[in-house]
């Protein structure tokens, strides 16, 4: 299975600020016949359920704010939130599809102001 | 609208079953692998298992494997989960998940998600 770890656990941000998550897998998640990245985002409020936010590492989901991005490559991916909103409080997991089943998550970071 | 319904949660001993369902709607259901993906409370997401749209295609993550059933009743645009042999560990929020993929063989990632449904084992 691909272990797929998070950091940092959490992050204080203040408003109008960067926000920066890191995800890295245990084996490579880029398919080189397509040039694509296995790898989404996902965005959970307090009470909500998870919010898709970006898949194939950087292709961000209809409807996501472009403060929102994903970037990185083979097994180092980067989600950026470039100013921070209130909104954007939530735990942040990213997930890998290379190798499934099992589709593994990251252990999450929580984004607090 | 996509929009994801689970019902039959709820508070159950250990060594008990439960039924989940899902109710979909907004899409054609018949077309689209769906998903189980779950979260314990204090941890994070765990997929749980995948249906593929022909309904035999079936997989399951190792947690739960020989004990919870997923099924799907395209007529009733219903997906569920049925859970045997429920453990204290088993303990979460269940969310059903739309999966990706209209024609992939295995899951990819999920672009819609029920509001959950809680799921207590006592011990």
């Known amino acids: 299975d691909i272990v797929v770890t998070q950091s940092p656990d959490s992050l204080a941000v203040s408003l109008g600020e960067r926000a920066t998550i890191n995800c890295k897998s245990s084996q490579s998640v880029f398919y080189s016949s397509n040039n694509k990245n296995y790898l989404a985002w996902y965005q959970q409020k307090p009470g909500q359920p998870p919010k898709l936010l970006i898949y194939w590492a950087s292709t961000r989901e209809s409807g996501v704010p472009d403060r929102f991005s994903g970037s990185g490559s083979g097994t180092d991916f980067t989600l950026t939130i470039s100013s921070l909103q209130a909104e954007d409080v939530a735990v942040y997991y990213c997930?890998?599809?290379?190798?499934?089943?099992?589709?593994?998550f990251g252990g999450g970071t929580k984004v607090e102001i | 609208e996509v929009q994801l319904v689970e019902s039959g949660g709820g508070l159950v001993p250990a060594g008990g079953s439960l039924r989940l369902s899902c109710a979909a709607s907004g899409f054609p259901f018949r077309s689209y692998g769906m998903n189980w993906v779950r979260r314990a409370p204090g941890k994070g997401l765990e997929w749980v298992s995948y249906?593929?749209?022909?309904?035999?295609?079936?997989y399951y993550a190792d947690s739960v494997k020989g004990r919870f059933i997923i099924s799907r009743d395209d007529p009733k645009d219903s997906l569920y989960l049925q859970m045997n042999s429920l453990r204290a560990e088993d303990t979460a929020f269940y969310y059903c998940?739309?999966?990706?993929?209209?024609?992939?063989?295995?899951?990819?990632?999920?672009?819609?998600w029920g509001q959950g449904i809680l799921v207590t084992v006592s011990s």
């Open positions: 998940a739309r999966d990706s993929s209209l024609s992939g063989p295995r899951p990819t990632f999920f672009d819609y």
């Open positions: 249906i593929h749209p022909n309904g035999i295609s079936i």
């Open positions: 997930q890998q599809f290379y190798i499934t089943p099992p589709l593994t």
